[in-house]
């Protein structure tokens, strides 16, 4: 009867070892999905603000960066509750004010942006940090992406005329559907908030 209730301990404890497992596996794949999203767009951004590209492409891109977020740029729901369209944060060293635009028009805003050219660089997929997921619905999770994005500016002429490196954390949203193969996870991105801005 003891040797029963031994076997049976050991195969939970197994059990419950092999499932912890696979559930910090998951959590391991769907952060890096996550990173690998928040990359791709600042992919996105630096080809909208490279005007050495032509207005059409850059519009291209710029519904290449909608189709990443919840919404694509429009409101959305979740567990049953509305919320507005995505927005992203900016500042400036030149002032203290945090402005928040909806997503789709600060895409158009840097597409449109006066400057000669502009360079719009983000952190390297493999250096950006995500948080541990969190569960806001059935089969919904959220994380945060922490990243840096150098931002330079420059005259017709070529000359360096302001440039600044901002810290941002990107929300995530992880959508969990069951498929014949097994689940399925779909990442799609949130609102960017902006942290800390300084002079480079």
Known sequence: MVKKILSLLLLTLIWTSNANAQEEENQALIQRRAAEM????????????????????????RKKALNLFIGKGNSYEIGG??????SMQTTSVNTKAVRTTPMSTYFNNLINLKYGNVSLTTTEVGKIKVSDLKKVDNDTYMCTCYIEQVFKGYSKDGRPIYADITRKSVMCYITVEQTVTGPEYIVQLGNITATHTERL
């Open 38 to 61: 928040v990359s791709q767009l600042g992919d996105y951004l630096n080809y909208m603000a490279d005007k050495g590209k032509s207005y059409k492409t850059r519009q291209y891109y």
């Open 81 to 86: 509750r509305q919320f507005p369209a995505v």
